[in-house]
């Protein structure tokens, strides 16, 4: 699976951005996708996740109402919807997939794409 990820850039304090990550190479509804993120001398750690075969979403404790994570299969296509973006939202953020969720969770997916950097200003 290669997976292309866009949409970061960035935004005050407040704002929205959406990310999007297309995938390709393979069957992507079988997919569990993610978005994970990472800053400078931390661990890449999970934002969100969605299984693909319930649709179920799981969410960081920091971003819970704050970002939704949805899919679409039809256009192979994974997006996080970010609102009301604080500083500590700062990093580079990258798109997963995996066969396995757990892995997703764990930040130790089968495919990674490159990142997108998103930086919120005070």
């Known amino acids: 699976v290669q997976l292309q990820a866009s949409g970061g850039g960035l935004v005050q304090a407040g704002g929205s951005l959406r990310l999007s990550c297309a995938a390709s190479?393979?069957?992507?509804?079988?997919?569990?996708m993610g978005w994970c993120r990472q800053t400078p001398g931390k661990e890449r750690e999970l934002v969100a996740a969605v299984s693909w075969r319930s649709g179920s979403t799981y969410y960081d404790d920091s971003v819970k109402g704050r970002f939704t994570i949805s899919r679409d299969n039809a256009k192979n296509t994974v997006y996080l919807q970010m609102n009301s973006l604080k500083p500590e939202d700062t990093a580079v953020y990258y798109c997963?997939?995996?066969?396995?969720?757990?892995?997703?969770?764990?930040?130790?997916?089968?495919?990674w794409g490159q990142g997108t950097l998103v930086t919120v200003s005070s």
């Open positions: 190479g393979r069957t992507f509804s079988n997919y569990n």
């Open positions: 997963a997939a995996s066969s396995r969720i757990q892995t997703v969770f764990t930040a130790d997916p089968d495919y």
